[in-house]
C-alpha cells in the first residue's frame, strides 16, 4: 500500500507541473471515511427519507420554475439534482423550497427549513453558513437598458446623479459598487431589480454574471450586458449547507469534485451545456475546482437510495 501511494503522489506531481491540474491531486493518506460514514455523521441527514433544496424561480436557463406547470429547469435546478442524487435521494424524495435574496437563501438553512441551498451564494467567509465548492467562478457585471448604452463607457459613470443603478442590499456588488465610489439604489432582492429595470424605473442592474445572463436572455432586444471591471475579484459561487455540518460539506464538495475529475462529459458539463452555457462566454465553460474535497474510502461508490 505504501509503495502504492508514493506512486500516486509521484504521479499526482508530475500532473500538476505537466498540466496545472490540481484538482486530481489529493492528500497522501489512507483514507478513512465513506460516503455511508459522513451521511451518518451529518446532523443534517442523518435519518432523512427526503431532502430540502432550496432554490431560486424566476431566472430562466439558471434557476425557474414555470407558474403554469410547475416545472423547474435551469443549470442550478440541475445540480441540485445531481447533488441530491448522489447523496441517495431521488427526484420524488426532494422537497424545493423557494428562495429569493441573500437573507432569504441563508435563513432557511439557519431555521432548519432546507437542507441544502444551490442559488448563486458567493462563498463569503462572513456569512453564517458553510459552503462546498465552488461550482462557478463568475465576474460581476452591469446590465443595462441598450438605449442607454452610450452613457457608460466606464464605471466611473455610474456615478451621475440621474443614472439609478440597482443592487441586491446583501450583494457583494452593493459592496464592490461603494468601493469605487459609486451609491447604488439598495432593494431587499434582486427580482425587485429586474422588475425596476423592466419598467425603466433603474438604468442599470448590478449582480453576478450568470444572473444577468438569465435576464438578458429573457430579452435580450432590451437590454444588454455591459465589459466593465466592477470588481477585481471574481464570486466564488457555492452550494451553502448549516454552519458546523462539516460532515455534509465534505460530501457535497467530494461529489463535485467526482464530476471534476470523472469521466467526461460529467454532469456539470451536461448541465450547463443545456442550460445557461449557450448564454455566456465560452470562457466560462469549464468546472472550477472544489476546494478541499475530501479522499473516501467508497470513492467509486454513491450512497444508497433511501
Same mark, same amino acid.
Given at each position: 500500500m505504501s509503495k502504492l501511494r508514493d506512486a500516486l503522489t509521484v504521479l499526482c506531481i508530475g500532473a500538476f507541473l505537466i498540466t496545472g491540474a490540481a484538482a486530481a491531486c489529493v492528500e497522501n493518506k489512507d483514507p478513512k471515511?465513506? +460516503?455511508?460514514?459522513?451521511?451518518a455523521k451529518?446532523?443534517? %441527514?442523518?435519518? @432523512?427519507?427526503?431532502?430540502?433544496?432550496? #432554490?431560486?424561480?424566476?431566472?430562466?436557463f439558471l434557476s425557474y420554475r414555470d407558474p403554469s406547470t410547475g416545472i423547474r429547469s435551469g443549470f442550478e435546478v440541475e445540480l441540485a439534482r445531481g447533488i441530491a442524487s448522489d447523496l441517495g435521494f431521488t427526484?420524488?424524495?426532494?422537497?424545493?423550497?423557494?428562495?429569493?435574496?441573500?437573507q432569504s437563501r441563508m435563513h432557511v438553512l439557519q431555521a432548519n427549513q432546507a437542507d441544502i441551498v444551490v442559488a448563486s451564494l458567493t462563498m463569503a467567509p462572513d456569512r453564517p453558513v458553510d459552503f462546498a465548492g465552488p461550482y462557478l467562478v463568475m465576474p460581476q457585471a452591469i446590465l443595462v437598458h441598450k438605449q442607454r448604452t452610450k452613457r457608460v463607457e466606464s464605471i466611473a459613470d455610474?456615478?451621475?446623479?440621474?443614472?439609478?443603478?440597482? +443592487?441586491?442590499?446583501?450583494?457583494?456588488?452593493?459592496?464592490? %459598487?461603494?468601493? @469605487?465610489?459609486?451609491?447604488?439604489?439598495? #432593494?431587499?432582492d434582486g427580482l425587485m431589480c429586474i422588475d425596476?429595470?423592466?419598467?425603466?424605473?433603474?438604468?442599470?442592474?448590478?449582480?453576478?454574471?450568470?444572473?444577468?445572463?438569465?435576464?438578458?436572455?429573457?430579452?435580450?432586444?432590451k437590454f444588454e450586458i455591459l465589459k466593465l471591471l466592477v470588481s477585481d475579484a471574481e464570486e466564488r459561487i457555492g452550494v451553502a449547507v448549516p454552519q458546523g455540518?462539516?460532515?455534509?460539506?465534505?460530501?457535497?464538495?467530494?461529489?463535485?469534485?467526482?464530476w471534476l475529475i470523472g469521466p467526461q462529459p460529467s454532469p456539470w458539463m451536461r448541465a450547463y451545456d443545456r442550460t445557461i452555457g449557450p448564454h455566456l462566454e465560452a470562457k466560462y465553460r469549464s468546472q472550477p475546482r472544489v476546494d478541499k474535497p475530501p479522499?473516501?474510502?467508497?470513492?467509486?461508490?454513491?450512497a444508497q437510495p433511501r
Open positions: 471515511e465513506s +460516503v455511508q460514514s459522513l451521511r451529518s446532523p443534517t %441527514l442523518r435519518d @432523512k427519507v427526503r431532502l430540502r433544496i432550496g #432554490v431560486r424561480e424566476t431566472l430562466p427526484e420524488e424524495k426532494i422537497d424545493w423550497v423557494p428562495v429569493t435574496d441573500v455610474l456615478k451621475a446623479p440621474d443614472f439609478k443603478t440597482c +443592487v441586491g442590499i446583501s450583494s457583494t456588488s452593493a459592496k464592490a %459598487l461603494e468601493a @469605487k465610489g459609486i451609491k447604488p439604489e439598495l #432593494v431587499n425596476g429595470m423592466t419598467s425603466n424605473k433603474y438604468d442599470a442592474y448590478s449582480s453576478d454574471l450568470q444572473v444577468l445572463a438569465s435576464v438578458l436572455a429573457r430579452d435580450p432586444d455540518d462539516t460532515a455534509l460539506r465534505d460530501l457535497v464538495a467530494y461529489f463535485l469534485n467526482r479522499v473516501l474510502v467508497d470513492y467509486d461508490s454513491k
